[in-house]
């Protein structure tokens, strides 16, 4: 073979395929992992211009996969059967991660949760409150996006947690959700929210093993810095007429800002 023919993209390719399955993707630059994916719905062009697009338009390789599919397709070399390869992969990943918590044992640690959560939660744009439901031997059952959007507190939110812990027979739960801005510290809105659950779970005899708040590359977990037993002691000292006097007028606030919302749009 010719010094010319061992620089056409084929012998490039296949010298990238020989490399991932030799040494693995952590061989892999960004770009260049970008690069292999895109080879595969690329018959005869060369892919790193555009891999390289993607990284310096987007900024990582999570932002690649969670970019839109008009995003991905308005970038050069990229095109639609490109665009909807990379949204595949990044889903069936998610599904992958999804499947496997499922069929593991949860044993209280914040580090497994965030292995599995910063992969579906990293990135977004929005924030998403997830909910894994365990089994008494704290085995993942099922996990669901409860909510979407800017999470602020009222009744309507722990009534529908509650009444979903009840229909999967939960005998503990995991709460967690994403800051967009890539900062998991938590807000006094996130305290009073995970206080409030703690409360509202345990009249129910379900135990919330965690808030994790996900970030960028980094998490917060509640249980960590011990703030879910700090509420646990709380709860157990004037369990159930503090916890619904409060939500009374918490309920009454809300109501009544709803109202004034409502009388001002008049």
Not at 84 to 109: G, M, N, P, S, Y
Not at 182 to 199: A, C, H, I, M, Q
């Amino acid at each position: 073979m010719s010094p010319k023919s061992s620089q056409t993209p084929s012998g490039h390719r296949a010298r990238m395929r020989e490399k991932f399955l030799t040494h693995g993707l952590g061989a892999f630059r960004d770009d260049e992992i970008i690069e292999l994916l895109l080879t595969f719905g690329t018959p005869r062009r060369d892919c790193k211009k555009p891999a390289r697009e993607l990284l310096t338009r987007l900024g990582s390789l999570n932002r690649v996969l969670e970019a839109p599919l008009d995003t991905l397709r308005d970038i050069p070399g990229v095109g639609p059967s490109n665009a909807v390869a990379l949204k595949l992969i990044h889903q069936v990943a998610r599904k992958f991660l999804e499947t496997r918590i499922q069929e593991r044992t949860f044993f209280k640690d914040s580090n497994d949760v965030f292995d599995y959560l910063r992969h579906s939660m990293r990135d977004l744009e929005v924030e998403i409150f997830k909910v894994l439901y365990l089994d008494a031997r704290h085995s993942v059952m099922y996990t669901e996006d409860l909510f979407h959007g800017t999470l602020s507190y009222n009744v309507i939110y722990l009534r529908e947690l509650l009444r979903k812990c009840l229909q999967y027979n939960a005998a503990a739960i995991v709460i967690a959700h994403n800051h967009p801005s890539g900062d998991p510290t938590p807000s006094g809105e996130d305290k009073n929210l995970t206080r409030d659950v703690v409360f509202a779970t345990s009249l129910l005899e379900v135990k919330l093993l965690d808030h994790v708040i996900v970030g960028e590359d980094r998490f917060y977990s509640f249980a960590d810095r011990g703030l879910i037993e700090i509420y646990l002691r709380e709860f157990r000292r004037n369990p159930a007429i503090t916890y619904f006097r409060e939500v009374s007028e918490s309920a009454s606030e809300w109501g009544q800002g709803k109202k004034d919302s409502e009388h001002k749009k008049k």
